[in-house]
Protein backbone atom coordinates (compact mmCIF):
# COMPACT_ATOMS: atom_id res chain seq x y z
CA UNK A 1 0.00 0.00 0.00
CA UNK A 2 1.50 3.29 -0.87
CA UNK A 3 0.01 6.21 1.46
CA UNK A 4 -0.74 9.91 0.57
CA UNK A 5 2.21 12.35 1.65
CA UNK A 6 -0.40 14.46 3.08
CA UNK A 7 -2.95 12.59 4.89
CA UNK A 8 -0.85 8.99 5.59
CA UNK A 9 -3.79 7.26 4.15
CA UNK A 10 -4.11 4.58 1.17
CA UNK A 11 -3.89 6.76 -1.86
CA UNK A 12 -5.28 3.99 -4.02
CA UNK A 13 -2.97 4.10 -7.03
CA UNK A 14 -3.94 1.05 -9.60
CA UNK A 15 -0.20 1.71 -10.39
CA UNK A 16 1.31 1.18 -7.36
CA UNK A 17 -0.85 -2.09 -7.65
CA UNK A 18 0.60 -3.34 -10.60
CA UNK A 19 -1.93 -2.67 -13.19
CA UNK A 20 -1.71 -0.19 -15.78
CA UNK A 21 -1.46 3.23 -15.95
CA UNK A 22 -4.86 4.12 -17.81
CA UNK A 23 -6.77 2.03 -14.58
CA UNK A 24 -5.85 4.44 -11.92
CA UNK A 25 -7.88 7.35 -11.06
CA UNK A 26 -4.73 9.57 -11.01
CA UNK A 27 -4.22 9.82 -14.66
CA UNK A 28 -7.31 11.29 -15.38
CA UNK A 29 -7.33 13.94 -12.52
CA UNK A 30 -6.48 17.40 -12.31
CA UNK A 31 -4.42 18.11 -9.38
CA UNK A 32 -3.63 21.93 -8.99
CA UNK A 33 -0.27 23.12 -8.87
CA UNK A 34 -1.17 25.10 -5.14
CA UNK A 35 -1.82 21.67 -3.80
CA UNK A 36 1.12 19.90 -5.61
CA UNK A 37 3.35 22.48 -4.29
CA UNK A 38 2.23 21.33 -0.33
CA UNK A 39 4.11 18.46 0.07
CA UNK A 40 6.89 16.12 -2.07
CA UNK A 41 5.24 13.08 -4.14
CA UNK A 42 8.13 11.37 -5.77
CA UNK A 43 7.28 8.18 -3.90
CA UNK A 44 3.61 8.44 -3.66
CA UNK A 45 0.66 9.79 -5.33
CA UNK A 46 -1.89 12.75 -3.46
CA UNK A 47 -5.24 10.63 -2.41
CA UNK A 48 -8.78 11.07 -4.33
CA UNK A 49 -9.72 12.43 -1.33
CA UNK A 50 -6.86 15.28 -0.36
CA UNK A 51 -7.47 16.24 -4.04
CA UNK A 52 -11.46 16.50 -3.88
CA UNK A 53 -11.16 18.44 -0.08
CA UNK A 54 -8.87 20.66 -1.15
CA UNK A 55 -10.88 21.91 -4.48
CA UNK A 56 -13.90 22.18 -1.41
CA UNK A 57 -14.89 25.77 -0.63
CA UNK A 58 -14.02 26.61 3.03
CA UNK A 59 -17.38 27.52 5.05
CA UNK A 60 -18.45 30.54 5.68
Do not use: H, R
Amino acid sequence: MKKCPLCQNDNQCAISKGQQPKTCWCMTASFPQKLLATTSFEDSCICKKCVNDYEKPLPL
